[in-house]
T-cell receptor, first 114, second 113 residues
Framework: QKEVEQDPGPLSVPEGAIVSLNCTYS??????FMWYRQYSRKGPELLMY????GNKEDGRFTAQVDKSSKYISLFIRDSQPSDSATYLCAISNAGGTSYGKLTFGQGTILTVHP | DVKVTQSSRYLVKRTGEKVFLECVQDMDHENMFWYRQDPGLGLRLIYF???????EKGDIPEGYSVSREKKERFSLILESASTNQTSMYLC????????????FGPGTRLTVT
């Protein structure tokens, strides 16, 4: 079993839709949960991170972690064509230590069409 | 503004050649990483380094080696390139105290023929 599983999509939605992206993970030791966004021909960039369980909101984006189910989600409200990108979940159990190794999901390709 | 640069955007090499991919970061980050990215497989960690001259194997180190002689520079070496090493290679760096935030370079698309 992979440490992090993510549905690669692709996902295509109309502008204004609510988008839900999800990952599951297997190791309960993970404490940091991240979402990275990668535009075409660019490297990934950190979009949001959450420590432990709960929700975190940043504008149109909400990250949610359910440690009991080992499930993480990213919700995008009022999606825009500029949100079209690959979204990668990432997890870490080494937050604050020197190693900082992340484990990434496969990435979900999202297209928001006007 | 953090900047991670990679020596080439596109590279074409022949089977058996020795290939050097270079990465430089300008933010005094302790940690540096090399990943490869393939469709359907996501980002896979090849090697990482948490200090000068220190290196740790990632999930897929076979066929690769690395060098970190200076804090800002991390090199990935393919000793004898093979066609199954055709991929997008991404370098990243991070602070040790904020390790969940990695900064990525633009990537090098390597084709081995």
């Amino acid at each position: 079993q992979k440490e992090v599983e993510q549905d690669p999509g692709p996902l295509s939605v109309p502008e204004g839709a609510i988008v839900s992206l999800n990952c599951t993970y297997s190791n309960s030791a993970f404490q940091y949960f991240m979402w990275y966004r990668q535009y075409s021909r660019k490297g990934p960039e950190l979009l949001m991170y959450t420590y432990s369980s709960g929700n975190k909101e940043d504008g149109r984006f909400t990250a949610q972690v359910d440690k009991s189910s080992k499930y993480i989600s990213l919700f995008i409200r009022d999606s825009q064509p500029s949100d079209s990108a690959t979204y990668l979940c990432a997890i870490s159990n080494a937050g604050g230590t020197s190693y900082g190794k992340l484990t990434f999901g496969q990435g979900t390709i999202l297209t928001v069409h006007p | 503004d953090v900047k991670v640069t990679q020596s080439s955007r596109y590279l074409v090499k022949r089977t058996g050649e020795k290939v050097f991919l270079e990465c430089v970061q300008d933010m005094d980050h302790e940690n540096m990483f090399w990943y490869r990215q393939d469709p359907g497989l996501g980002l896979r960690l090849i090697y990482f380094s948490y200090d000068v001259k220190m290196k740790e194997k990632g999930d897929i180190p076979e066929g690769y080696s690395v060098s970190r002689e200076k804090k800002e520079r991390f090199s990935l070496i393919l000793e004898s390139a093979s066609t199954n090493q055709t991929s997008m290679y991404l370098c990243a760096s991070s602070f040790s105290w904020r390790s969940y935030e990695q900064y990525f370079g633009p990537g090098t698309r390597l084709t081995v023929t």
